[in-house]
């Protein structure tokens, strides 16, 4: 079983750039696909972005594609979000989650590890 755990959200400005991370830890993290999905108060979670298993091939939800960056180190087992320009719209919590196979998944259902979620503040 692989565990998640995300860092690095806190309160920024609009238009700031900020970078988020999920360091994996158990299981063979070096053959799972990673993705990072946002939720806020009253809503489902939404996909945000994903990547197959070496971070070659990459995808992102429609609201944040040209603003937000999905990369992964295998190296230290960890899975980043570079969010460039951020709006107050991207306040959310974000998940990091973990698929057992090697391609992207952008199904929430798909996903079968979870962090805990750090929150991610655009203030005006």
């Known amino acids: 079983q692989v565990q998640l755990v995300e860092s690095g959200g806190g309160l920024v400005q609009a238009g700031v750039s900020l970078t988020i991370s999920c360091k994996a830890s158990?299981?063979?993290?070096?053959?799972?696909?990673m993705g990072w999905f946002r939720q806020t108060p009253g809503k489902g979670r939404e996909f945000v972005a994903g990547?197959?298993?070496?971070?070659?091939?990459?995808s992102y939800g429609d609201s944040v594609e040209r603003r937000f960056t999905i990369s992964k180190n295998i190296a230290d087992n960890t899975v980043y979000l570079r969010m460039n320009n951020l709006r107050q719209e991207d306040t959310a919590v974000y998940y990091c989650?973990?698929?057992?196979?090697?391609?992207?998944?952008?199904?929430?259902?798909?996903?079968?590890?979870w962090g805990q979620g750090t929150q991610v503040t655009v203030a005006k």
């Open positions: 990547a197959n298993w070496d971070g070659s091939q990459t």
């Open positions: 158990g299981g063979i993290y070096a053959n799972i696909a």
């Open positions: 989650a973990a698929h057992r196979g090697l391609g992207i998944v952008v199904r929430l259902i798909d996903y079968d590890e």
